[in-house]
């Protein structure tokens, strides 16, 4: 992936092994969960987000993109516990994370083509879900999650600024949190859960994250055409 201007050797040896790290704990903890080894994958998913968060430092990336890959840590650590208050709190650590990526899309994006259709189809599809599961969910979390769907589709739907490969890991997290909450609401999901879940959900770390350092490594004009003309006289 080109990100602009290229690395002095020893980052780019670091960017280059902190990226081949990420692919190996990502394989560990799929493989974890394919093979039926759940144990593992506790043990290697405060790792995940951990890595890309270095990698992203490593290759320059602006400071809200390291914020965003360090609250998914954090939301990825506290959900390794299984109670209502460490999962509220993952999802709040979640949701600081996709607040930065919406900083993130407004400063380095433009609006897409015919947003407004594009907008009312993920509002669409964020009532009709939310609407599907309310029933399923325990009382205690129903206003959080539709809280927290509406932010997380908002960011979703800002990914759309950064261009194809960054929208689809905002669609890619929105599956992977509603395959979450199915099961939450005791749906049916496909199985295994856990790794459908992990791989969309890394996936669109990924994509979000390296659209964000593709972003900000492109030049972008910071002044209007009459701005770059010299005074008269000059």
């Known amino acids: 992936m080109s990100t602009g201007t290229p690395l002095p050797p020893r980052r780019a040896l670091a960017a280059r092994l902190l990226l081949g790290a990420f ?27 951990s890595v890309l968060a270095a990698w992203a430092a490593v290759r320059g990336g602006p400071p809200l993109l390291i914020a965003a890959a360090v609250f998914g840590w954090g939301g990825d650590t506290l959900l390794r516990f299984e109670d209502d208050t460490a999962f509220l709190l993952g999802m709040g650590s979640f949701a600081v994370g996709h607040v930065c990526y919406l900083f993130l899309f ?49 960011m979703a739907f800002g ?27 005791e749906w049916n999901t496909p199985a295994p859960h856990d790794f459908w879940v992990m791989s969309t959900y890394l996936a669109a770390q990924y994509l979000l994250v390296t659209g964000v350092l593709r972003a900000a490594a492109t030049p972008r004009a910071e002044a209007a055409p009459d701005q770059l003309r010299p005074p008269v006289g000059a």
């Open 23 to 49: 692919a190996v704990v990502v394989a560990l903890d799929l493989g974890g969960l394919l093979a039926g080894h759940p144990e593992l994958h506790l043990a290697v998913k405060p790792l995940l987000l």
């Open 106 to 154: 407004a400063r380095y994006g433009s609006a897409p083509r015919r947003a407004l259709p594009l907008g009312a189809a993920y509002a669409a599809a964020l009532v009709l879900l939310v609407a599907l599961l309310w029933p399923g969910l325990p009382a205690g979390l129903r206003l959080p999650v539709a809280a927290y769907s509406l932010l997380l589709t908002a």
């Open 159 to 185: 990914a759309l600024r950064l261009g194809a490969a960054t929208a689809v890991g905002g669609l890619l997290f929105l599956l992977s949190d509603a395959l979450i909450a199915m099961d939450i609401a």
